[in-house]
Structures are given as C-alpha cells and as structure tokens.
C-alpha cells in the first residue's frame, strides 16, 4: 500500500490528515525488510508529503537504538522544517521528532543502560523519522517512559516539556518564592511551564491565554483571557521576576520591561 498526498507543502493541517488515517486504519502489516515512514522528497514550493512503503528499517550506529514506534507527536518546527523554513537545518526526507516505543536493536559499542525491550520516550530532532513503524534515536535524548503515563501521554512530552524547563530552570533561573509571567500558557510549552513552576516552587504564577479554566486546572494562580482583556491593561500594576514568553510578541516585551529587575525569556522558533 502506498498512500500520498500531493496539494502543496507540508501543513500541520495535512499532518494531522495523514496520522488520523494511519489511526483509522490500524497498523500496516510489513515484511522485516521494509517500513512504512512520512517523507518530504522536497523543500520546494510545490512538494508533496507521502507515506513510503518500500524504506529499509534503518540500522542504529553506536550511541543509537532503533525504535518501534508506538506513539509521535507533533510540534510546529516538524512542519517548519519540511517546508524549509528554516534555511540548511534540512533537506527533505522522514520526518517527525518526538516519539515514544518500544526499544529493538542498540547500536555497536553503544554505552548505556537502556536494553532492548525498554518502553522508552525522547526527541529525535537529530536523527528525524518518529512519524513512521521505526525510527533511529540517539541514547543521549531517551530515557524510560514512566509507567504511569501511556505512551501517547510520553509521546507528548520531550520537545515542550525540555523547552519548559530549560526556560524556566537554566535560562530563567526560577528559584522558590518567584513570581512567574506566562504568554501563552495553554501550548504545549506553557501547559508544562505552568505546571513546572508551581512544583519548583514559585508563589505565583500568572499565565495568559483564552482556555480560562484549563490554565487554572494546570495550576495557574491567576488568568488573562487576551481574547476579551487588554494585556497591557489587566497586567498593570503586578509585579514578577519571571516572564517566560512562548509566543514572541513585541507587544509581550513591551509589557515585559515594565518589572524593574526581572529576567525576560522569550521562546520563538520562526512563526
């Protein structure tokens, strides 16, 4: 079987197309020779985004294990690179990032704990491919799923959950007592920011976003619907030592300079 899709260039629309059909159909049966992976052939305008049938399960070189894929997840710089976005970060091929599965092979001269059979999860932003039956990881950027959590909720988690704590821990500092900002507290990155900060012990974190009611189930302390608030207005007069900014908005770093002797982060990844 082979399915393809050729309208335009990748769009996380047509992502999304593509894996509630792998979904509905169910796995698709293959022989240990072959694979089934989403590709991008092309970086130009008018590529086209299939599902290959005939790829070769990849071999992982030392420092690497091969993944059976259960679960990938979806982040906006997955599509950004397949359409090129991002000039010489990529040249077509299988693409997807976050992933969770099952380990199948560990590559030569490999040192680690991990051991085949091991339920893992992580980011293969280097090696690309999670978006297919099997993919190549680097052991620096796995660790065990938890066995609390499924592996779809695992899938979920690498790129915006290390985004969220590098952010709030070795970029910002947060230290215990803080006052903590959000922009865009209901994304993948600052769901997790909200919930990171209230456990490293920030007094009060504020987070900005139009799901009023999911922020607050998060852990926010306090809410700004943008949608129906004046930012500027419904921020005034507050006080932080953190602004973690997951949109990139001139109109954030406006408010941002406000706070006399706070640390501003802005995470943005060319939107």
Sequence with gaps: MRVALEKRTPTKKKYHKI???????????????????????????????SVRDDLPIPEPKKGQVLIKVHAAAINPIDWKLAEGMIPGAYRGGAVGADVSGVIEKIGPDTVTDLVVGDEVYGDAIDT?????????????VLAKKPSNISMM???????CGLTALQGLIINGDL???QKVLIFGG???VGSLAIQIAKALGASEVCATGSQ???????????VVNYKEQNLAEALKGREFDLV????????????????????????YCWR
């Excluded at 792998?22 to 293959?30: I, P, R």
């Excluded at 909720?153 to 790129?159: K, N, T, V």
Aim: glycine residues 10%; hydrophobic residues 35%.
């Design 175 to 177: 230290q215990a007592g």
């Design 212 to 222: 009023v009611e999911l922020m607050k189930k998060l852990g926010a302390d306090s």
């Design 244 to 267: 973690f900014d997951t949109i990139g908005s001139l109109e954030h770093w406006e408010i941002s300079k406000r706070y006399e002797g706070n640390r501003y982060l802005c995470h």
């Design 128 to 140: 690309k491919g999670s978006f297919g039956e099997h993919c190549v990881v680097n052991v620096a």
């Design 186 to 188: 209901t994304g993948g």
């Design 153 to 159: 909720e695992a899938a979920a988690l690498p790129l």
């Design 19 to 49: 894996l509630r059909y792998q979904k509905k159909n169910g796995s698709v049966k293959t022989d240990d020779r072959s694979r089934h992976a989403l590709m991008t052939p092309n970086l130009t305008v008018e590529g086209n985004l």
